[in-house]
């Protein structure tokens, strides 16, 4: 049986430090808006699953899910209340009335939770030399643009990387100001993308 959903998607990978936006990567695709309802069915994109709802209001709070190109649902309409991701392969940022406050969190292709989002500039974070950050009870660490963590979620604060390091700490103070935030530690060290401590 045919499905025939509007497709949607929030999706934009955004460059670190120009604000330019960056080519999609090969986990998730970046796609137009169609003007109406559109057939799921796409062969070219085998291995991508799309962003489904039910309603056409497509409001926060609406029914949302995933199929794949032939329209078959993987992931149940209802599961989420919101997908930012309208095509992916290995991951996808979704939220959820069940969640906690709506937090938006990284699913799988089974729709089990990867990580949390580390939010920035009111999204999740941006990729920046290949990784962004994450965050996992509270804690934030770094994942690539596959979805996979290669630096386990273990400092208090984090900054981008920028030439190949980053700033981190274990103990930190946040402090927020309006719609900004500052961070306070005396203890900051460099890491590098295997999370190896470096000068």
């Known amino acids: 049986m045919k499905h025939y959903f509007y497709l949607f998607a929030l999706t934009f990978l955004a460059a670190c430090s120009s604000g330019k936006t960056e080519k999609t990567t090969s986990a998730t695709e970046e796609i137009p808006v169609p003007a109406g309802y559109s057939e799921v069915s796409d062969p070219q994109r085998k291995d991508f699953l799309s962003a489904v709802s039910n309603d056409e209001t497509l409001e926060t709070g609406s029914s949302w899910g995933y199929v794949d190109n032939k329209g078959d649902t993987v992931i149940k309409i209802g599961t989420y209340d919101h997908c930012f991701t309208g095509k992916f392969r290995t991951y996808a940022w979704v939220s959820d009335s069940g969640l906690k406050e709506k937090e938006i969190v ?13 939010i920035y500039d009111n999204g999740p974070d941006y990729s920046c030399e290949g990784l962004f950050r994450i965050k996992r009870a509270g804690k934030i660490g770094y994942a690539n643009e596959n979805g996979e963590v290669v630096i386990p979620a273990q400092y208090s604060c984090a900054d981008p990387f920028e030439n190949g ?29 295997t999370g190896k401590e470096v000068k």
Do not use: M, P
Not at 106 to 118: M, P, Q, T
Not at 165 to 191: D, L, M, P
């Open 165 to 193: 390091k980053a700033r981190v700490t274990f103990n930190c103070e946040t402090h927020s100001n309006g719609e900004h935030t500052s961070q306070k530690s005396s203890t900051w060290i460099f890491i590098d993308k």
């Open 106 to 118: 990284a699913i799988g292709r089974d729709g089990k939770v990867l990580f949390d989002a580390y």
